[in-house]
């Protein structure tokens, strides 16, 4: 399904624009001659609607060339909704002063200039709406398991887990990942987050049949090029596609940086995003938006206190070690949401529980209190990790703040969280907090550090929102 909606989704998305096109264009008209908003029409120059039917049609195949050259009809290039606007808007300005150009070339006393305004801004508004309805439909389907292509990822070293991350970061791209196969025996058994180990490469046949998978990605190393072309005619002949992602001399991928001179290319290393001015710019908006957040919440952070006061026996605010940037120890901060020496029973728990020590959680823990339940629900207990913020000890957004225990357990590849402040919130927040597998997590905070930018922050933030009010995944 995956495959057909693929090819056939631009051609109804363009055949979609058309139609709201017109539509828009219609209600500019009626904007302009009938509601006459903010300059009444010269009767002289009063019109029908008949007149500006091969302008209408002009601008039509104007903007549609015109989104094509932005990419909005190519899904591999409109990642999301915002690259979509951001297309859309780009493509509507472009034909629109095309259209004014040719137009006022031509006949320039026929037409009305205002209407080129209307048409602009009802154009980007139907056409953003359609693309936003197309999202919700895609990401319902995408749940159900539908209009997504099989992915099977060969390798699982570095490479292979970039890969990895970028995929679960942006599941608005369509890939279900069935699993992966290494023909190292201790990463080929060895499940990471949801990502299926399903052995050795010599397996790929049998999988391709067994699994129905739509696309390969290969990501070994540059010295197994030969196995490379193997695995490439292995995948011809099982009719599905296979893609190669280059390991340049076992660099970060998220490092590299490719320009081309008349078509000769040119491979850099990309400077580190989070560094320098960026960090700067980072830590202001961390102090600004704290600060604001503690003189909003007080009244309220007040009345927690007394309300845990009242529930329980112990302190008011919970105290524990995490690690934070560079592996340093600092002092986290939290409304008390357990009773009375919780940690302390810490250690049965996990061997009762059998649960993932590197990243201890209970859905239905016994040690937290009545009121406890309710802050951890709605993250309210996370409140005074605001004052965390202000110190730099944490961050608005960035990777979960670990347990020395917990980091005690890492792999090498785990320790690349540890590069930066860890954060309020995160992309493991919104992508389902607790409900997510430890090594999913990572892949996630990797991502995050590697494609840093305010924009991504910003996002993050808003996404917290609807996490925060419905309480997904928070226990």
């Not at 990642?79 to 004014?100: C, F, K």
């Not at 359609?130 to 389907?141: D, E, G, I, T, Y």
């Not at 940037?325 to 810490?346: I, L």
């Not at 913020?389 to 890492?410: C, N, T």
Request: one cysteine or more.
């Amino acid at each position: 399904m995956a495959r057909r909606l693929r090819r056939w989704l631009p051609w109804l998305m363009a055949a979609s624009d058309l139609v709201l096109i017109n539509v828009a264009f219609a209600i500019a008209f009626w904007m302009r001659y009938r509601l006459q908003w903010f300059r009444a029409v010269d009767p002289a120059f009063n019109t029908t609607f008949c007149t500006y039917i091969p302008l209408a049609a002009l601008l039509t195949g104007l903007l549609l060339i015109a989104y094509r050259g932005a990419g909005l009809y190519n899904p591999r290039c409109m990642r999301s909704w915002g690259d979509e606007m951001r297309a859309i808007i780009n493509g509507t300005a472009t034909g629109i002063v095309a259209l004014v150009f040719i137009v006022f070339f031509a006949r320039p006393l026929v037409y009305s200039r205002l209407i080129f305004f209307y048409a602009a801004v009802a154009i980007i508004v139907l056409l953003g709406i359609s693309r936003l309805v197309k999202a919700r439909v895609l990401a319902r389907l995408r749940r159900r398991g539908r209009a997504v292509d099989r992915v099977l990822i060969i390798g699982a070293g570095e490479v292979g887990r970039t890969v990895m991350r970028n995929l679960v970061a942006q599941p608005e791209l369509g890939y279900q990942v069935v699993g992966f196969v290494d023909d190292n025996p201790d990463k080929a058994h060895t499940d990471i987050g949801r990502f299926r180990a399903l052995g050795g490469v010599d397996n790929l046949p049998r999988i391709l049949e067994q699994e129905s998978i739509d696309e390969v990605i290969i990501a070994l190393p540059w010295q197994a090029h030969r196995k490379i072309i193997r695995l490439v005619n292995e995948c011809q002949r099982a009719d599905v596609q296979a893609r190669i992602v280059p390991d340049l001399f076992q660099m970060s991928l998220s490092q590299v940086d490719v320009d081309d001179i008349n078509g000769i290319p040119l491979i850099g290393i990309r400077e580190v995003r989070l560094s320098g001015v960026n960090l700067a710019l980072k830590r202001i908006v961390d102090v600004v938006v704290s600060a604001l957040a503690l003189a909003l919440a007080w009244p309220l952070m007040l009345l927690i206190a007394l309300i845990i006061r009242l529930d329980s026996p112990g302190p008011i605010l919970f105290r524990q070690e995490r690690i934070g940037k560079g592996g340093e120890p600092f002092t986290m901060h939290k409304f008390r949401s357990m009773v009375e020496g919780a940690e302390a029973e810490q250690e049965m728990l996990m061997r009762t529980e059998q649960v993932d020590g590197r990243r201890f959680k209970l859905k239905d823990d016994p040690r937290v209190t009545r009121v406890g339940r309710f802050l951890r629900r709605t993250s309210l207990d996370e409140l005074p990790q605001f004052f965390d913020v202000l110190r730099g000890e944490m961050s608005l957004v960035g990777p979960r703040p670990a347990l020395p225990a917990e980091v005690s357990q890492y792999q090498e590849w785990h320790k690349k969280r540890l590069e930066i402040v860890p954060g309020l919130t995160g992309l493991w927040q919104v992508s389902g907090r607790s409900e997510i597998p430890f090594d999913e997590m990572v892949l996630l905070d990797i991502y995050y550090i590697e494609n840093w930018s305010l924009g991504l922050d910003l996002r993050i933030l808003l996404q917290t929102i609807p996490q925060v009010i419905f309480g997904e995944g928070a226990y």
